[in-house]
């Protein structure tokens, strides 16, 4: 059964970056779109990037765009997120998740996904 294990949170300064990371276990991620969301206490969970299962379409929120970046390594089995100038607002719990569909592009609608990891905490100071 697919699991998935997000890691790479930490506080950081505002201007600065960090990589997080989805790893999965039990089955491989190539046939699978993968996205990350994030949630603040409060509210509701906000699609952040996703990767397609067929040719790694990205798509974004407008919110991240031109500073953030989703890949995946298959031979790692893990998808990454490399987020850059990071901001205040960007302070959040950031979960991976995985959609069976298989298409040329992506979601970023959390009805979409089926498996969840358990999240990361991203922490940016001003």
């Known amino acids: 059964q697919l699991q998935l294990v997000e890691s790479g949170g930490d506080l950081v300064q505002s201007g600065g970056s960090l990589r997080l990371s989805c790893a999965a276990a039990?089955?491989?991620?190539?046939?699978?779109?993968i996205a990350w969301f994030r949630q603040v206490p409060g509210k509701e969970r906000e699609g952040v990037s996703c990767?397609?299962?067929?040719?790694?379409?990205?798509n974004y929120a407008d919110s991240v765009k031109g500073r953030f970046t989703i890949s995946r390594d298959n031979a790692k089995n893990t998808v990454f997120l490399q987020m850059d100038s990071l901001k205040s607002e960007d302070t959040a719990v950031y979960y991976c998740?995985?959609?069976?569909?298989?298409?040329?592009?992506?979601?970023?609608?959390?009805?979409?996904?089926?498996?969840w990891g358990q999240g990361t905490q991203v922490t940016v100071s001003s």
């Open positions: 990767i397609s299962s067929i040719g790694d379409s990205a």
């Open positions: 998740a995985t959609s069976p569909s298989v298409h040329r592009w992506c979601v970023l609608s959390e009805s979409s996904y089926d498996r």
């Open positions: 039990g089955t491989t991620l190539d046939y699978y779109a």
